[in-house]
């Protein structure tokens, strides 16, 4: 933790270095889309996909990487017609599935120093997996275990939570599905017309819900028990917002899929509780929208991201951030996770916590840090 510490240039106020990732989300994603050495690498492991035809695609990573992983298969099925599953990179490195060997490992990792990412990598190879890393440090030693390296613009993120590098791992998961249904022979034009107007839809959306996510975190900012949820591809998106909602504010928040809400955990909500429902078109709508009927009905606060437009959850819930796009439900995630990530900091900024910093400002979680941490693990 001391040697993170030492990396992290301080800031005392707004901006925070988080702000600075989350606003430079655009440009990041224009250099990957536009830059040819981001996206050659990218279509050379399509090639090798195919080619070796391959019998499944696992994409693993641990915390913010592993879920876009889960986002990751949801474009893997629709667009390219490939098996493919995420787990964690924990449970494939001591619980390695049978056909492992025959099958893709995406390793997604920021910064390429995760020990178990790195173990698994060289697990995986022994067993004869094709092994990719999508991370954004090319030198890092998980780059260095694997047979391709998908690699972005940027560097390490200079803040603790990661924010602007979960949506170039998406985009460039996404991008993989693309090339790998191109090599099979599928059309896929539209999806990548769509992939194209990301970065202007997610420089529009900041600049239409800033000042939304800002009311939001004022009229909140005295919660500290927060529920997220989604469905399909954005089960995702629910995750990476509640661990936005512990890095940045230290609020207790949970995510849990459309369904699986229903299920049991609504029986433990109250009045003091806030729900946030992501609730673009799409199968989960339905679901979703009963849902917070539901929770309204017991008295909890609800927030609910929606497309422009949106009649129905938009006129059951307390808050809404509207979102004007025009995406496939598979896309959604790039651009529905962004007033999350302004809610997350803005209620730090209200609480007058640094959400840079992931409480390394405490002496008892730095402790805890390298308990959980030792040396030359993370």
């Not at 693309?178 to 970065?199: C, F, H, M, N, T």
């Not at 007058?352 to 405490?362: E, F």
Request: charged content about 25%.
């Amino acid at each position: 933790m001391s040697e993170l510490l030492r990396r992290i240039p301080r800031r005392t106020g707004h901006p925070y270095l988080v702000y600075d990732s989350i606003t430079m989300t655009r440009a990041i994603l224009d250099e990957i889309l536009k830059e040819k050495s981001y996206i050659i690498p990218i279509q050379e492991a399509a090639k090798e996909i195919v080619k070796r035809s391959l019998s499944k695609i696992y994409f693993t990573g641990c915390g913010t990487s592993f879920y876009a992983g889960i986002v990751a298969t949801y474009a893997f099925h629709k667009i390219a017609r490939v098996p493919s599953e995420a787990v964690t990179a924990f449970e494939v490195y001591n619980y390695p599935p049978p056909d492992l060997g025959n099958s893709c490992l995406v390793l997604i990792s920021h910064s390429g120093h995760t020990k178990v990412d790195i173990d698994l990598a060289g697990l995986a190879k022994k067993m004869g997996a094709y092994t990719i890393a999508i991370t954004d440090v090319p030198d890092s030693p998980l780059a260095r275990s694997v047979d391709k390296v998908v690699s972005g613009p940027g560097g390490r993120d200079p803040a603790i939570p990661k924010t602007r590098s979960y949506i170039a791992s998406l985009l460039r998961c996404i991008l993989l599905a693309l090339y790998v249904g191109d090599e099979k022979g599928y059309d896929v034009s539209e999806y990548l017309a769509q992939v194209k107007r990301i970065p202007d839809l997610i420089s529009s959306t900041l600049k239409a819900t800033e000042e939304k996510a800002r009311e939001i975190a004022r009229k909140y900012k005295d919660k500290f028990d927060f529920f997220v949820v989604g469905g399909g591809p954005n089960y995702a998106t629910a995750l990476e917002g509640a661990l936005k909602l512990k890095e940045m504010s230290y609020i207790n928040a949970e995510a849990i899929e459309a369904e699986e809400a229903a299920h049991g955990p609504w029986l433990c909500f109250n009045e003091n509780m806030v729900f946030i429902t992501i609730a673009p078109p799409g199968p989960s709508y339905e679901r979703l929208h009963s849902l917070v009927r539901g929770v309204k009905a017991i008295g909890v606060s609800t927030i609910s991201i929606v497309r422009e437009g949106d009649e129905r959850i938009s006129k059951d819930s307390d808050d809404v951030i509207e979102i004007k796009e025009n995406l496939s439900e598979d896309l959604t995630p790039l651009v529905y996770i962004m007033p999350l990530y302004l809610v997350s900091y803005y209620l730090a900024v209200e609480k007058g916590v640094n959400p840079d910093i992931a409480r390394s400002d405490d002496e008892r979680f730095r402790k805890a840090f390298e308990i959980i941490f030792p040396p030359g693990t993370h």
